[in-house]
């Protein structure tokens, strides 16, 4: 059923779901568009739309063909801009035609790394334009990279601009939360740094890894894991790899924000290996997913790259189960329940400092176990039975040679039969210097 949105546009059905809201199919004066309608909670709330109002304009300036254009922001009447119905935020964009990266990568299971890079130094040109006005985008990740396959060759475009940012700031002052998604967040946001353009860059190179590998390089398990683990791992090396990307990668994924490439570095670097990868193969590194799990999803494949939820993409959900899948263990099963978007605790200092309970900040020596893990509390009580084991003997060893002594003073001693006698001095500790 057809809506209208603000006094312009018309939506008329649903292309996907997301965490922030819905995005519809619509049509404006200049033809088809794509309108994101935020959730009614989201809409409903005056300091979100006048966060949208404040960042209006710098949204639809942001202009280039790596990045999805945003044509208006609609906020409620009492801001800036029209309103649709009942008073909702809509971000109305550019229309892909084309799956998003998400969709492409769950059918082929990892990309050649030319492709790859290919990706990845388009996007890392959008970025470097929107971080020169200002704006860090917050939540790269495949669901938001959109491949246009109108051309001759696919176009990777950066979408949801802003989003994250304008929906994540603290309200009414109070204390920010941990938000986004946990495979792609910078070690800096789980320490509750206030997130900058490194951010981005650490978050697109977890997807060029994962385009490469299958995987993300902390993926798996519960939330809270894969975020220590952005703190206190280190990546693992893929096999095969040329040396010159690999180290880009390092370089990228560093701890330290102050480390990475900026955008426009990283953007002219994977430019320069693309005649090292060509005719380069995907990566062999095992791979868990059947041909089967693999196939292409009937339905309409078009509009893909708005979402697996929507009226046109339920297909493709049921069609490929590892969506959105990062195994645990390297070669496992995928764990298709991989949470794409989150709201946790900052870690306070003790915790990020280390301990049982804590994430340790350095990066541990090769075989150290991880503070508070399994191994280091089974390292742990070995070392206490250890100890308790010398203590006892240290004990017994000395009850044998006190007894061996004082037998032999049945034969050399004194004429009491009880061995030599042994002066004791006690000494008070006011005198020990």
């Not at 893929?238 to 690999?246: A, K, Q, V």
Request: aromatic fraction near 4%; hydrophobic fraction near 40%.
């Amino acid at each position: 059923m057809a809506r209208n949105i603000g006094s312009h546009y018309t939506a008329h059905r649903v292309l996907g779901r997301g965490s922030a809201g819905t995005v519809w199919l619509g049509e404006g004066p200049e033809g088809p568009v794509a309108i994101k309608l935020l959730r009614e909670d989201l809409a409903a709330d005056p300091d979100l739309a006048e966060r949208f109002a404040h960042e209006r304009h710098a949204l639809l300036g942001l202009e280039h063909p790596h990045i999805v254009g945003v044509r208006e922001l609609l906020v409620p009447e009492s801001q800036e801009g029209a309103a649709g119905e009942n008073g909702e935020i809509a971000l109305v964009m550019d229309l892909v035609r084309g799956p998003d990266l998400r969709t492409h990568l769950t059918r082929e299971r990892r990309l050649a790394p030319a492709e790859a890079a290919t990706i990845v130094a388009g996007v890392a040109s959008g970025l470097a334009v929107a971080h020169a006005a200002g704006i860090v985008h917050r939540d790269v990740k495949p669901e938001n990279i959109l491949l246009d396959t109108s051309g001759e060759q696919p176009v990777a475009l950066l979408t949801d601009f802003g989003v994250a940012k304008l929906i994540d700031e603290p309200r009414h002052g109070g204390r920010s939360g941990v938000v986004g998604t946990p495979d792609y967040m910078a070690p800096e946001i789980v320490e509750g740094l206030p997130p900058r353009a490194a951010v981005d860059i650490y978050a697109l190179v977890t997807v060029l890894y994962e385009l490469l590998s299958g995987f993300t390089p902390f993926g798996g398990g519960h939330p809270g894991a894969v975020l220590r683990r952005q703190v206190t791992e280190q990546v693992a090396p893929l096999p095969g790899l040329p040396d010159e990307l690999w180290e880009l990668i390092q370089q990228c994924l560093a701890k330290a924000p102050a480390s990475r490439l900026r955008a426009a570095e990283l953007a002219s670097r994977l430019r320069e290996t693309r005649p090292a990868l060509a005719g380069l193969p995907p990566l062999d590194l095992g791979d868990p997913a059947s041909d089967e799990e693999r196939r292409p999803a009937s339905g309409d494949p078009e509009y893909a790259g708005y979402g697996g939820h929507g009226e046109n993409t339920a297909a493709l959900a049921t069609a490929a189960p590892t969506r959105a899948a990062v195994p645990l263990v390297r070669g496992a099963a995928p764990d298709s329940e991989r949470v794409t978007h989150t709201r946790m605790r900052v870690p306070d200092a003790d915790e990020l400092a280390g301990g049982a309970h804590g994430t340790a900040r350095a990066p541990r020596a090769p075989g150290q176990p991880r503070a508070g893990s399994a191994r280091n509390t089974t390292a742990g009580a070995r070392r206490r039975r250890r100890l308790a084991v010398t203590v006892a003997g240290a004990a017994v060893l000395a009850v044998v040679a006190g007894w061996l002594l004082f037998s032999g003073g049945d034969e050399g001693g004194g004429g009491d039969g009880r061995g030599p006698a042994t002066e004791v001095t006690l000494v008070d500790a006011a005198d020990v210097g």
